[in-house]
């Protein structure tokens, strides 16, 4: 069964800051590669997706990640967060042999921004 | 475009009772997802309907659970009866094709006492 393992379960930064939140998935055959996000009393939103092609992908509100298959990772990067950032970020993957119907997520990472 | 509407937003039910969650999907999505997060773990996919039917539901803890997706609109998931370990923050998404982005409703939290 495919797992999906971020490592950090809280990042605590200073605005302004560069940011990385890890992810790291268990799949021997291709995968389509995501991070949501919620925000406080929100559903979770789509940030940025891997499905092929380029293996830096960029996202909504300045964020992007980057593929990485020999390292089986997909690391969410931004270069100055801020504040309003502060929220729960999931990786997550389909594909694979559970199919691409299902969405297989991580523990989650709770980014707190502070000034 | 109304988003994905889960309700109630918050239930509280003592062990033993039963409890109906509802999803409202995004109108004209006919892939409609039930998953759940217990207890600040991992967000775990239920099933899967593809309008009215059950495409997948390999997720569903045990036969305390039943999703409905009557008329391939709206869905209820009922738990009869509540377990303590039911408790959690159920969510609901949608898409109108199967490799689209699936969308989230804002879940409902359910605690189980």
């Known amino acids: 069964a495919q797992s999906v393992t971020q490592l950090d379960s809280q990042v605590p930064v200073f605005e302004e800051a560069p940011v990385e939140l890890r992810c790291n998935y268990s799949?021997?055959?291709?995968?389509?590669l995501f991070w949501y996000v919620q925000y406080p009393n929100q559903g979770l939103q789509l940030l940025l997706k891997?499905?092929?092609?380029?293996?830096l992908v960029k996202g909504i509100n300045g964020f992007e990640a980057e593929f990485n298959k020999s390292q089986t990772s997909f690391h969410l990067r931004k270069p100055s967060v801020h504040i309003s950032d502060t929220a729960e970020y999931f990786c997550?993957?389909?594909?694979?042999?559970?199919?691409?119907?299902?969405?297989?997520f991580g523990t989650g990472t709770r980014l707190l921004v502070s000034p | 475009e109304a988003g994905v509407t889960q309700f109630p937003s918050h239930s509280v039910i003592e062990k033993g009772q039963t409890v109906t969650l509802r999803c409202d999907p995004i109108?004209?999505?006919?892939?409609l997802y039930w998953y759940r997060r217990v207890m600040g773990k991992e967000i775990k996919f239920l099933l899967h309907?593809?309008?009215?039917?059950?495409?997948?539901e390999s997720g569903m803890p045990n036969n305390r659970f039943l999703a409905e997706r009557t008329g391939g609109t709206y869905s209820t998931l009922k738990v009869q009866p509540a377990e303590l370990e039911d408790s959690g923050v159920y969510f609901c998404a949608s898409n109108r094709r199967l490799l689209d982005e699936q969308y989230f409703g804002p879940g409902t939290r359910l605690t189980v006492t």
């Open positions: 109108s004209g999505h006919d892939n």
């Open positions: 891997y499905l092929s092609g380029s293996t």
């Open positions: 799949s021997s055959v291709s995968v389509y």
């Open positions: 309907f593809v309008k009215e039917s059950k495409q997948d």
């Open positions: 997550a993957v389909s594909g694979g042999n559970t199919g691409f119907q299902k969405l297989v």
